[in-house]
């Protein structure tokens, strides 16, 4: 998709920014929406082929006169209050910004006849709540259990069926435990490989909830970002939902273990009770991403390294 115009929203945040530095070196055009809640100005690059808005995406007049003057060709959808803790203090509050403005851009689409190439709704593996079954495929069982699940599911649905039923091009991918560069590692609920180099750095101590047996699908950024436009790219893709992970979960323990060896350092650790609701497994199955043509770049170690030399060096 060389020279298109493209639309992202969060795109201050951790996967919005390498998202659109990744979509500027390809030549493309970039617009951000980014209140800065959680997203930072220097995650993004110095560029003429950006232009940043801080704004939050339920100004609704702005967002109109944004889409209607831009007419994007593609929009990536990634900005929303990530923090499922959050969404379970303000459930409202949250809903406005993870769900309502969501559909607001898909109607201003639909009652001005604007057709990106492709609208993608960024949605999580949240949405599988904590249903025992693994891997998750995009048939599990959908199992919100929190305001942010709920939302991310029912934004997903509308986004897919604004597809279906108005002509629009569109798709949905659920994030597993994304991490990498840029991740913002300010809240207790940022994401545990952000938090434990943090730690690793800073050598205080790290608060491991649970035996550490748990174990996640850690997916390296760079590799969303790959399946992003992957599935931006892929007419096939209309109307679809796709799991985004590597397809292999990792114990938290053998992690730490791991990134012990890539640092040199050894984390401190001590333990706590396990997290209130804190799912014991989750791993996905890529195959319907893979029929994409899509494959992970970054094993677990690899990612690591990667996020761990780019840290030495910021
Ligand atoms: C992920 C998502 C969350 C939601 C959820 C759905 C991230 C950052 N969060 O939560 O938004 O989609 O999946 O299931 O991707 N841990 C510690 N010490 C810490 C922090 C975490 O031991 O200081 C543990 C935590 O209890 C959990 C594991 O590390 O067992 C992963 O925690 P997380 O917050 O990175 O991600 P998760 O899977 O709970």
């Not at 949250?94 to 689409?109: C, F, G, R, S, V």
């Not at 569109?170 to 434990?196: D, E, H, K």
């Not at 799912?279 to 770049?297: N, Y």
Request: aromatic share 10%; with cysteine; hydrophobic share 35%.
């Amino acid at each position: 998709c060389l020279a298109d115009n493209i639309l992202v929203t969060g795109g201050a945040g951790f996967i919005g920014s390498t998202l659109v530095r990744d979509l500027i070196e390809k030549g493309n055009t970039v617009t951000v929406v980014d209140d800065l809640s959680m997203g930072r100005l220097s995650n993004l690059p110095e560029s003429d082929q950006l232009t940043f808005y801080q704004k939050s995406i339920i100004d609704r007049k702005f967002m109109d006169d944004l889409l209607i003057k831009h007419q994007f060709d593609y929009i990536y959808l990634l900005a929303a209050v990530a923090s499922v803790a959050d969404t379970i203090e303000r459930p409202e509050v949250t809903h406005q910004i993870n769900q309502d403005a969501n559909l607001w851009i898909m109607e201003t689409l639909r009652r001005n006849q604007l057709r990106p190439k492709k609208v993608i709704f960024t949605s999580s593996a949240a949405v599988y709540g904590d249903d025992p079954d693994q891997p998750k495929s995009e048939h599990s069982r959908i199992v919100p259990l929190s305001p942010y699940a709920i939302d991310k599911f029912a934004s997903e649905r509308f986004v897919i069926d604004y597809g279906q039923l108005y002509g629009l091009n569109t798709a949905a991918t659920r994030f597993f435990n994304v991490y990498g560069p840029r991740q913002n590692p300010s809240s207790p609920y940022s994401g545990v490989l952000s938090l434990i180099t943090q730690r690793l750095q800073d050598g205080q101590l790290f608060t491991l909830f649970g035996d550490g047996t748990q174990s996640r699908d850690f997916v390296y950024v760079g590799d969303v970002v790959s399946a992003l436009q992957l599935i931006a790219d892929t007419p096939d893709s209309n109307g679809q939902v796709y799991n985004v992970a590597t397809g292999h979960s990792v114990s938290l323990i053998e992690t730490i273990r791991i990134f012990e060896k890539i640092s040199g350092d050894k984390l401190k650790i001590e333990f706590a009770e396990q997290r209130l609701g804190d799912i014991k497994r989750s791993e996905a199955d890529i195959s319907k991403l893979q029929s994409l043509g899509f494959e992970p770049k970054f094993d677990l170690e690899t990612g690591l390294r990667r996020y761990w030399e780019f840290n030495q060096n910021h």
